[in-house]
């Protein structure tokens, strides 16, 4: 059902950057739209691991530089019937983890130096099993799409603006309407962005759960992660907001916008999805 759910999501996304493409440029437009997703996806496909963990600053760790992570990760592997993914740690106090790679044999877990601080090892290793899940479940790439195609129907939203949104078979173009489409546009695909990003951290929670056979340890991790981000967030500057959910709890500072377009479940919202599992 969730792989259903995602295709669903993952088509109505598709349909609303032709529609803007569309409406910028009538049929041509829908055409260079739906060019250009291919294009982006393809891009996305290939290199989008490589330029996350490049604006991170994550560095590749091996065993020998950090053991016990790495020994953490391959027992993780192992038990999830997993290939050893790349090990990454990014220099920063704000306690935080994702995973990145276009699939199992080609993923990657990074690590900040904050979380390496402040989770006690089975805290550790809950976490790890959450992004372990979302490399078995495959959810880096659907949401690595899912961003880019919210950042480009943004993107075409502007210029419907812009442009003027005219046609050539239409006489003129409606102010109103190419205002609505510059609010609304961006948030249809944000939403879109966060459906998807919401049913995958609870299916990774609970795969990180069932991985390890403890999740209270992860109901410990989620809460101390995220009293650490309140803490020390991550900087606007320091990252792009549109990777905010690749990460096990959102890196960027909460205001009300940001609460209500979240990426992520609440931390109660996950609890109890967490001990409703265990309950199972």
Known sequence: MNYFKTFVLMALLTVGFVIVGDYVGGQNGMLVAFGLAVAMNFFSYWFSDKMVLAMYGAKEVKREDAKELYITVSNLAT???LPMPKVYIMNTPMANAFATGRNPEHAA????TGILDILSPTELEAVLAHEMTHIK??????????????GAIT???????FVGGSRDD????????????????P?????????ISRSREYAADNGAAQLTGRPQALISALENL???????????????TATAHMFI???FKADFLTSLFSTHPTLQQRKENLLNFRMR
Do not use: C, H, W
Not at 142 to 150: E, Q
Not at 170 to 185: D, K
Not at 226 to 240: F, H, I, M, N
């Open 109 to 112: 877990v990074a690590v900040t």
């Open 187 to 195: 948030i249809a695909a944000l939403l879109i962005q966060m459906a």
């Open 249 to 251: 709890v959102n890196p």
């Open 170 to 185: 239409e006489g003129g173009s409606n102010p109103l309407v190419m205002i609505l489409m510059l609010i609304l546009a």
């Open 137 to 150: 479940n495959r959810d880096i790439l659907i949401g690595t799409i899912a961003a880019t195609f919210a």
């Open 79 to 81: 038990r999830a019937n």
């Open 226 to 240: 995220t009293a650490g981000v309140k803490a020390r967030p991550l900087a606007s500057d320091t990252g792009s």
């Open 155 to 161: 993107m075409l939203a502007r210029m419907a603006y």
